[in-house]
T-cell receptor, first 117, second 114 residues
Framework: AQKITQTQPGMFVQEKEAVTLDCTYD???????LFWYKQPSSGEMIFLIY??????QNATEGRYSLNFQKARKSANLVISASQLGDSAMYFC??????????????FGRGTSLIVHP | DGGITQSPKYLFRKEGQNVTLSCEQNLNHDAMYWYRQDPGQGLRLIYYSQIVNDFQKGDIAEGYSVSREKKESFPLTVTSAQKNPTAFYLC?????????????FGSGTQLSVL
């Protein structure tokens, strides 16, 4: 079973509108971290936002916010006021403890976001 | 500036050949990772290392090998046993491998088979 599920292969949004990218996760651990990364066509991976499993407030970083619903195991990324430069692949990721004690990052399959002018 | 350097940017492999992808970091990070990216598959973990001279297999280690002789270097060898090596390979690091640490990524190597 996948640990990170991103159900939207592709999303379209009008410039200046908000968009939500979905992410659900599967873990039995109480301590874990959730991340979102952006990958433009150049291939580099850019860190956007982090949410710890014990954080009670949703994380925010500028135009990015993470809608964390722990009971639903959901960590959706909300991008407000979309810009043309937001067009990219977006990956949700989780770090959870492995059997050896280290926290191994696992990624979803990604969502391709296209922002229309 | 500190960061992760991957080389080469493009690499071509002939049938039966082993090739090595370079990954160097000057961030003084303990943990390093290799991921393979295929279209529509996301990033899949090949190998990771939490400390010098120690590394563990990820989800798709078959056909790959690594070494971690120096803290700053984590080269990945794609062996002839890897029958479908064409993919985009990303190297990453984090400070110590704890749960709240973000990954820092290199710019990637695109490997293709001739």
């Amino acid at each position: 079973a996948q640990k990170i599920t991103q159900t939207q292969p592709g999303m379209f949004v009008q410039e200046k509108e908000a968009v939500t990218l979905d992410c659900t996760y599967d873990t039995s651990d109480q301590s874990y971290g959730l991340f979102w990364y952006k990958q433009p066509s150049s291939g580099e991976m850019i860190f956007l936002i982090y949410q710890g499993s014990y954080d009670e407030q949703n994380a925010t970083e500028g135009r990015y916010s993470l809608n964390f619903q722990k009971a639903r195991k959901s960590a959706n990324l909300v991008i407000s006021a979309s810009q043309l430069g937001d067009s990219a692949m977006y990956f949700c990721a989780m770090r959870e403890p492995s059997s050896g004690g280290s926290y191994i990052p696992t990624f979803g399959r990604g969502t391709s976001l296209i922002v229309h002018p | 500036d500190g960061g992760i350097t991957q080389s080469p940017k493009y690499l071509f492999r002939k049938e039966g050949q082993n090739v090595t992808l370079s990954c160097e970091q000057n961030l003084n990070h303990d943990a390093m990772y290799w991921y393979r990216q295929d279209p529509g598959q996301g990033l899949r973990l090949i190998y990771y290392s939490q400390i010098v001279n120690d590394f563990q297999k990820g989800d798709i280690a078959e056909g790959y090998s690594v070494s971690r002789e120096k803290k700053e270097s984590f080269p990945l060898t794609v062996t002839s046993a890897q029958k479908n090596p064409t993919a985009f390979y990303l190297c990453a690091s984090s400070m110590s491998g704890r749960g709240g640490e973000k990954l820092f990524f290199g710019s990637g190597t695109q490997l293709s088979v001739l």
